[in-house]
């Protein structure tokens, strides 16, 4: 009776012990289950030149919200770039106070000096597993985004005019800085052309990209000579708007390198010759920067620009006080307010004016810009890059195109989702104007802006993530009759201030040519130009010019960001 007793209280024992064994195993799966809901969490520091504003603050995105509770993983602190200080310099002192933003986004410079502190993951590994944002990348060009042969940076892909995979895609117009002129300056000088509006009744308006040809101007203002003198001639003509005089010539501090690939100026680029040069390293960069001088002390050339701020230039723009220039923050709404003070101030681009069809490089034709980095300290690096990549997804490009169904915005009609608000497809097709609620308003796909913050995608969560730039294959045009933005459309005469031949290159992911890089951007942009501008004559101004390129070839190290530059031209069979 003892023996069997004694086994039952084995038995009840070896009952109880595999319940609190299921028990605790249930727990322990409960608390991942719980762990898995938890949100995941990262601050994300925009190391470029502009606010990112917008997206950020816009209490009607319903796309951020949808993708916050599919992923549980948000945005919890966006820090902004300032006007004070370089990025550099604010990354220096993120790391000085041991807080590093879990994400960074940046331009190569900054990008390759941010991986050479060592706060920031070698992601090779995880990009490999980027499937849907692989399908994208062409993998041929990844040694343009390389540090040491490895991979810190996921680009965000810019989908180029020679992709073979979308190349015969109309929509396929990638945004470029472009110089503009307004057409009825043009006609007050006697320029013969064909109106823009007539131009895109062609083309635009049937869904067809219109040769380069005919945005042609007669006769052309295609070398820096004539691009002097047609601004001389504007000044000449002594136009006011109101009792202010017109300005012939109005941007921005960072533009003027754009301004710069006349001549045989701008980034690191290998000539035909071998020769390799950047910045002020290239042979006309003081030819060019004696132009400036002269636009400047002329008269030509908008006195604050170094100075005034995005908001600044628009407002004059679009009040009829500028004439020409190569940037403009949002052409839509400075076309429409232009059109209602007088429906003859129209803007066009213009081809840049060259001194050599083959040099001189404001930009690149590669697959991306910005880059995002990952801080090495970020507790699970590989959720979130698997979150990146659903961005390049069918179900991601098609939430934020369209939003989630729950947003009502969109239904199906014979087998295409259409918006349920006209006026939400209006501003899609033809660009939103005051008063109307566009995609953007809803934190969408908005290609008709124009006013990019990174990305054509307007919802915070991807400004935030490395998106498309201004490409989209599943683009909302595409379920309406297809109409080109006449301004995209237009913009693509830039394209010779663009290396379109892979000899140019934004660096060779080192700290040398990152150095040199930064301290072009952060010295001479911010300053030494200014002291340049300021000259009062010839004498002053060989100083000035003198002093500032001895500076950037000792303080920005010029010569061993060159020979660095050599090597990575040699490796690369450039």
Not at 222 to 245: A, S
């Amino acid at each position: 009776m003892l023996k069997k007793s004694y086994k039952n209280m084995i038995l009840i024992f070896s009952i109880l012990c595999i319940t609190l064994t299921a028990c605790k195993n249930n727990t322990s799966n409960l608390k991942k289950s719980n762990s898995e809901e938890e949100f995941l969490e990262y601050s994300i520091f925009f190391g470029i030149s502009m606010q990112v504003t917008n997206a950020i603050d816009n209490p009607n995105d319903v796309v951020t919200k949808y993708i916050e509770e599919k992923f549980k993983i948000r945005v919890k602190e966006v820090l902004q770039p300032s006007n004070q200080i370089s990025a550099k310099e604010k990354l220096n002192m993120f790391i000085a106070a041991n807080d590093m933003p879990d994400v960074l986004v940046a331009a190569q410079d900054t990008a390759d000096y941010a991986v050479s502190t060592g706060r920031y993951k070698d992601l090779t590994e995880y990009i490999k597993d980027m499937k849907n944002y692989n399908k994208y990348f062409p993998q041929d060009m990844w040694y343009r985004y390389m540090n040491n042969d490895r991979k810190y940076q996921i680009p965000m892909i810019k989908i180029t005019p020679f992709d073979k995979n979308f190349k015969d895609d109309p929509l396929n117009l990638p945004y470029m800085h472009s110089l503009w002129v307004r057409e009825d300056i043009l006609k007050k000088l006697g320029y013969k052309f064909t109106p823009l509006d007539e131009i895109a009744k062609e083309y635009m308006d049937k869904g067809k990209k219109p040769p380069l040809s005919a945005y042609n101007i007669e006769p052309p203002i295609d070398t820096p000579e004539k691009f002097m003198n047609f601004l001389r001639k504007v000044k000449e003509l002594n136009i006011k708007e109101g009792k202010e005089d017109v300005i012939p010539f109005s941007s921005m501090g960072w533009s003027s390198f754009h301004l710069g690939a006349m001549f045989d100026y701008g980034h690191w680029r290998v000539d035909s010759k071998g020769d390799v040069s950047g910045f002020l390293g290239t042979k006309e960069a003081k030819e060019y920067m004696k132009m400036l001088w002269n636009m400047y002390r002329e008269g030509l050339l908008d006195k604050s620009f170094l100075l005034q701020s995005e908001e600044q230039m628009q407002q004059k723009i679009s009040s009829g006080k500028v004439c020409a220039g190569i940037t403009i923050p949002d052409i839509n709404s400075a076309a429409n307010l232009l059109e209602k003070i007088n429906p003859e101030y129209k803007i066009r681009f213009i081809p840049l004016p060259k001194k050599h069809t083959d040099l001189g490089f404001y930009d690149i034709i590669q697959p991306g810009f910005y880059r995002f980095l990952i801080s090495k300290d970020f507790k699970d690096i590989k959720r979130l890059t698997q979150y990146f990549d659903w961005f390049y997804s069918d179900e991601g490009l098609d939430i934020l195109t369209w939003g989630p169904e729950s947003s009502g915005l969109w239904e199906n009609k014979d087998g295409k989702k259409t918006f349920k608000n006209k006026e939400i497809a209006n501003s899609l097709i033809n660009g939103t104007k005051d008063g109307e609620k566009g995609p953007e308003y809803y934190g969408l796909w908005a290609p008709s802006g124009n006013s990019s913050e990174l990305t054509f995608f307007t919802s915070k969560a991807a400004v935030c993530a490395p998106v498309f730039s201004d490409f989209n294959p599943l683009d909302s045009r595409k379920n309406y009759p297809i109409k080109l933005d006449k301004y995209m459309a237009n913009r693509q005469v830039a394209i010779g201030g663009y290396d379109t031949k892979g000899i140019a290159a934004y660096g060779d992911g080192g700290i040398n040519v990152s150095n040199n890089s930064i301290y072009f951007w952060g010295n001479f942009q911010n300053n030494g130009i200014a002291k340049i501008l300021s000259s009062k004559n010839e004498l002053e101004f060989e100083k000035n010019w003198k002093e500032q390129y001895d500076l950037f070839i000792k303080e920005g190290k010029y010569n061993e960001a060159k020979e660095d530059m050599k090597k990575w031209f040699q490796k690369n069979k450039r």
